[in-house]
Nanobody
Framework: VQLQAFGGGLVQAGGSLRLSCAAS????????MGWFRQAPGKEREFVAA????????VYADSVKGRFTISRDTAKNTSNLQMNSLKPEDTAVYSC?????????????????WGQGTQVTVSS
């Protein structure tokens, strides 16, 4: 599975951004998708994940209620809608995939990774 993330940029606090992750795999419907982020000097952290059916989604407490993960099987994409952005959301965001129906918060459980996209939220 090859993944490509895009949609990052610079936004003011309180603003919104939509990240997308395009998958090359025709069997995209059989993978669970996750989003992670890494800020300078910090470890990679879990943001959100969605099962291959789209019926199960989990979020980090820090983004719950502000971010929404979704998937479009027809377009082989996973999207992360980010609203009410805060300066502490500034990081490089990466999408990842794993061949199982079970969502996971652990980056070590994801085998496939896309390149990151920078999100910068100014105060």
């Amino acid at each position: 599975v090859q993944l490509q993330a895009f949609g990052g940029g610079l936004v003011q606090a309180g603003g919104s951004l939509r990240l997308s992750c395009a998958a090359s795999e025709r069997t995209f419907s059989s993978v669970t998708m996750g989003w992670f982020r890494q800020a300078p000097g910090k470890e990679r952290e879990f943001v959100a994940a969605i099962s291959w059916s789209g019926g199960s989604a989990v979020y980090a407490d820090s983004v719950k209620g502000r971010f929404t993960i979704s998937r479009d099987t027809a377009k082989n994409t996973s999207n992360l809608q980010m609203n009410s952005l805060k300066p502490e959301d500034t990081a490089v965001y990466s999408c990842a995939a794993r061949r199982t129906s079970v969502v996971s918060r652990s980056p070590s459980q994801y085998r496939y990774w896309g390149q990151g996209t920078q999100v910068t939220v100014s105060s």
